[in-house]
């Protein structure tokens, strides 16, 4: 049953609207320069336009799930169609009032297949409807705006202060004023249900299940933490999360009308794969500078075949000095095999730049550099 929750999770819907990791920090992390070519998880694909802010020479792009193949898609082909008013739209207030015919006219002939099969069904994602006000609140995440909805009028209006605020004290009130009561009670509950069950893999579900408590405060430290220590007025993040929306001050860059023109120049720099991420790699004869590879390895820690493999795949595309960002909802280093351990260091002192990520729910980050890399041979 867990297999073909799993298969019909990955196959037929869009999982995470947007990015949840913040690129900011990624950037810090990990020096990208025009001689950078990088390999990712697609996820949403916002993260890969902000890495374009820094000039790589290349990304590639790759998820396993066709839906979020379609939404990176429909993202970089707006962008590429040089049309900004239709991108703010889309992707910022998540409607747009002649969205079929900019579709039909604008951007349907220019996807791959695998966009036009999801988007001919689904273009009513950016219509504004009763409970479903627009793409945010569409797919598995989209339920976090929906339950959102359900905070009372004023302290919807108090949480919006929240982010406008430049005052730390100031939102420190507004936070315990208008949230704690939310997040100290069955709300909190249902939150974590909806943001992290229907998207983790079952050793992380396992550990929710058997340590709800201990999880649901983890949870609530660190979005206290978030949103009382760190400033709250470019927290697109949990912005969007409540609103449903982004809005001109508080977005992503690919976002901001400033940007337009260099993301439209670098675009296609981005190429979009649908294949499985091990699989790509076996088949590529490109090597990489770096490696995003967000919590996937969590997915993989029940099989230490697929685990170990893995690892092959990504060693044997790697450069010497390649970096690898991880991060984990788990304790440990499950995801890393003794085999391995030796072809890689570990990066020290990054807590300042994770300590300034604006989304902040792994439980780990950590950033490997490649030592020795695997002959390609060795992964076939």
Known sequence: MRKKFYSNLTLKHIVYNACNEDPSVDSVLMDIDPESVICMLCSAGCNALHYLLDDPAHIDCIDFNPCQIALADLKFTTIKSGRYEDLWNLFSMGTHPDVKSVYRHHLRDKLLPVSTKFWDRNMNFFRRGLIKKGLYYHSLSGSIPMCLDWIKKKDKEGILKLFQTKDLEEQKALFDQHLTPYLNGKFMRLLVNTMFKTGLPSRQLSMIHNNVEEVHQFLLDRIRYVLTELPGHDNYFYYQYFFGQYKEDCC????????????????????????????????????????FLLDHLDWLIHDRQKLSQQWLNILGQSRVGTKILIRTFLPGLEWLPEEFKGHVNFTKNIDDAVSKD???????????????????????
Do not use: W
């Open 358 to 380: 604006r989304v902040g729910h792994y439980q780990e980050t950590y950033l490997l550099k490649v030592t020795t890399p695997l002959s390609n041979k060795m992964v076939s």
């Open 252 to 291: 992503p860059e690919y976002l901001k009308e400033e940007n337009f023109a260099m993301f439209k120049d670098r675009a296609d720099r981005i190429q979009l794969h649908h294949a499985d991420f091990g699989k790509f790699l076996e088949k590529t004869d490109q090597t990489y500078t770096h490696f």
